[in-house]
């Protein structure tokens, strides 16, 4: 199905030079002169080669009809990540390596959508956002609040981020899981 290319999102299939590829990462640019185009990161579905592309936003993709199940992420097992379909029970695993550096997000019990071509897993698609402690980040400093500036901390899944100044080690934190960047306090 042809799509627009600022349509594209994370987790889509697409056929690109007659290969299929999984979208892992998207930014769309509008430079100051010139139209906006789109950069697209993504994994090649048989060899698992990275590339990137750049489309004009006006430009047409194909996206491939991928069946979406309703999936439990259940456990890691050494390089294998192990889900469950929420309708069947059906357990299969997933190498880790095809979800990149969001596998760090996987919490166990999470409820996430697998994408399956021809009955073969092919992306996971997370939720928007993870509530995860803070591990370590740098003492507030008095006044430092005044300003808008944010401090480095990494988070109990291992992953580094910014945080404000009035987060501290051990509070929780909602993250999101496109750029691991800090959204809001957890209540």
Not at 60 to 77: A, I
Request: glycine letters at 6%; one cysteine or more.
């Amino acid at each position: 199905m042809k799509q627009q290319a600022n349509q594209i999102r994370p987790g889509w299939v697409i056929e690109h030079n007659g290969k299929q590829y999984i979208v892992t990462k998207i930014n769309l640019i509008q430079p100051g002169k010139g139209g906006a185009f789109i950069q697209v990161e993504m994994r090649g579905v048989e060899n698992g080669v990275k590339t990137q592309e750049r489309w004009r936003t006006a430009d047409t993709v194909e996206k491939l009809m991928s069946e979406e199940l309703d999936c439990q992420y259940l456990y890691r097992e050494g390089e294998t990540l192990v889900f469950m379909n929420t309708e069947n029970y059906d357990q299969f695993e997933i190498p880790a390596d095809l979800m990149g550096e969001a596998a760090a997000f996987l919490q166990d019990n999470m409820e996430v959508t697998v994408n399956f071509i021809e009955g073969k897993p092919l992306s996971v698609n997370l939720p928007p956002h993870v509530v995860l402690t803070v591990a370590e980040t740098e003492p507030a400093l008095k006044n430092q609040t005044v300003t808008s500036s944010y401090k480095p901390a990494v988070l109990e899944n291992g992953v580094r981020t910014t945080i404000p100044p009035f987060i501290n080690a051990g509070e929780k934190i909602v993250v999101s899981t496109a750029d691991a960047s800090y959204v809001e306090r957890a209540k």
